[in-house]
């Protein structure tokens, strides 16, 4: 059946939609609710999602009309001559009718450049500078909440014809668990009576990093209570290895994963098994939100106003003080004014035990 044929049967003249958004991790992880959702809303449309190769593991479980494509944009789609040959293939194999770009930087605006000269249209995710500006800035601060980054992808996806449908019931329909076989080289299933915690201490900036040694005293607190708890500590290499190897030794039975790259398919499939994660302000906050694990998060210089809140997860679990300086970025990247963050180290340890505990009961 020929293309024309094909669209003839379709009411909003759709047959290929691509998306893209390239990072970061737990920007990438945001657009799954978002995504499944869409492809779900409309099922007689395929949806390709571009995206780095090392995040294409994120999206467990797609639905069918989906299909993950992961590039390397460090290797083979260089500069501006590596993306026109990456829209020239993309066209060439998928035959675009519509392109949602949920990235908006350089990379995403030259495909949108080049599919718009082979007449393949496109909309673009509002970012919200200006708000989120007023929101952080040191004087004359606009503390109001803004639209979710979610949100932000919704909205794109209107603009372009399509309103989604919330269907995401997270990456394992929110009833059944994942198969702990995925997980075997990590670990054996979860005995009876026992609790998982998920521990992921580290973020990209300063400012949304609790300090290490309070951490670690609320892990201790924790370990304390009533339950059978078993720590699994996420992490990236270097520094963060050695300390989280460091307290798998401190906690008996606990397990590092920092610097084992197992991959996301097979780190997701753990986190489902958890009974709860602490986290900051960091891609785990969304890894384990769309894996329907609660979380409890820790805000430092970065605040939920900026619309960055796990997926579902509640203002209760949120770990935060009320501080009039924050937020003072939205991505935790500046300096702090006052020069003590403040806004961290003021966390007590017992308030994230406490929380923790709350959820083992």
Known sequence: MGRSSHRSGNDRGLITVALARFSA??????????????????PDISFIFVTRRTMADIFVNPPANLKIIGVDLKTDYVGVKGMYRLAKELRQD?????????????????????????????????????????LTRRYRKRLLPLISQRARYREAC????????DNFNGLYDGRAKSDPSVFAAI???????????????????????????????ALELTKSCD?????????????????LESWAEKF?????????????????????????????????MHLASIA?????????ATHPYCGFKGWRQHDAD??????????????????????????????DPAAIAQRAVEKLS
């Open 25 to 42: 991790i737990g920007d990438v992880a945001m657009t799954v609710p978002v995504v499944y959702s869409l492809c779900r809303t409309y």
């Open 94 to 134: 998928y035959d675009m009718d519509l392109f949602i770009d949920l990235h908006n930087v350089l990379r995403t605006r030259m495909l949108r450049l080049f599919w718009r000269l082979s007449g393949i249209k496109s909309k673009v995710i509002r970012k919200g500078k200006a708000r989120k500006k007023a």
């Open 158 to 165: 209107f603009r372009a014809g399509l309103p989604v449908n």
């Open 187 to 217: 670990t054996a299933p979860k005995r009876p009576g026992e609790k998982w915690i998920g521990v992921a201490p580290f973020a990209a900036h300063k400012g949304k990093i609790y300090p290490v040694e309070q951490m670690a005293h």
């Open 227 to 243: 339950h059978d708890v078993r720590f699994f500590f996420f992490g990236g290499g270097g520094e963060e290895q050695k300390t």
């Open 252 to 284: 008996p039975g606990s397990v590092s994963l920092a610097g084992k790259k197992y991959g996301f398919a097979v780190e997701l499939a753990l986190i489902n098994h958890l009974d709860t994660m602490i986290t900051m302000d960091s891609a785990n």
């Open 292 to 300: 329907s694990v609660p979380t409890i998060s820790i805000w430092g």
């Open 318 to 347: 949120i770990v935060q003080l009320p501080m009039t300086c924050r937020p003072c970025s939205v991505f935790g990247s500046k300096a702090c004014h006052r020069g003590d963050y403040l806004c961290l180290t003021a966390i």
